[in-house]
């Protein structure tokens, strides 16, 4: 979308919401709006290709066959909306599986190094078995990942997805259905903003319109 579009959608934004008797006053939506004003100077072209969960399970049901890690670094990264680059890294001591299937992980090492120490805790699903079993094999103190680079793991996604593709992808399907708040605070986005650039691609009136309920 180029920079005026985006301008005047956020001032088409402004007059909706105060035709709807929504106060601007309100910090998250000011502060939603200025995150959409700022992207003026962004090629949101250029954002990651979103995978999709179908794709992401196939991907991760082919590699549990022939590479462990890689299976279980990519599930973990879809299943808490993470960057694989912050999965890799973390200590396979700090990610554990309970007995009612709940992924637990108390991030040692992220690129937002405000959320080192934060516990995630996620359902695993069907992929509880798959993690549960590799993590079993690991010691304590190395890294998920090993030696392997982010972008050795994005390699093994399929033609046209990026290792950011599977971070978005999770936020954006999980945001089909799961309360706006929740979902950013899985992804642990710091802002409102930061969730929606996350949203999928459509007119800004639509993205804006998941905050709504937080403001009222």
């Given at each position: ?68 890690q890689a299976a279980v670094v990519i599930a973990i990264a879809w ?22 299937g709940v992924l637990q992980i108390e991030w040692t090492e992220r ?66 259905t799961a309360d706006p708040e929740a979902v950013r605070t899985l ?30």
């Open positions: 979308m180029k920079a005026t579009s985006i301008l005047t959608e956020v001032a088409n934004i402004r007059a909706a919401l105060r035709m709807d008797g929504v106060t601007l006053a309100d910090h998250r939506i000011a502060m939603a709006l200025r995150g959409l004003a700022k992207m003026k100077t962004k090629d949101t072209t250029r954002q990651a290709r979103p995978i999709p969960k179908g794709v992401i399970y196939r991907t991760v049901d082919r590699l549990a066959n022939t590479d462990t299943l808490t909306a993470s960057r694989v680059g912050d999965v890799r890294r973390q200590r396979v001591g700090a990610i554990s599986c309970t007995e009612n690129k937002d190094w405000r959320n080192v120490g934060i516990v995630t805790q996620v359902w695993a699903g069907r992929l509880e078995q798959t993690i549960r079993r590799h993590l079993a094999g690991r010691r304590p103190n190395e890294a998920l990942g090993g030696d392997r680079t982010t972008a050795d793991f994005a390699k093994l996604l399929p033609t046209g997805f990026t290792a950011h593709s599977v971070r978005r992808g999770a936020a954006q399907h999980a945001l089909k992804t642990l986005h710091a802002t409102l903003y930061g969730l929606i650039r996350y949203a999928p691609k459509c007119h800004v009136r639509t993205q804006l319109a998941a905050s709504r309920a937080l403001a009222e």
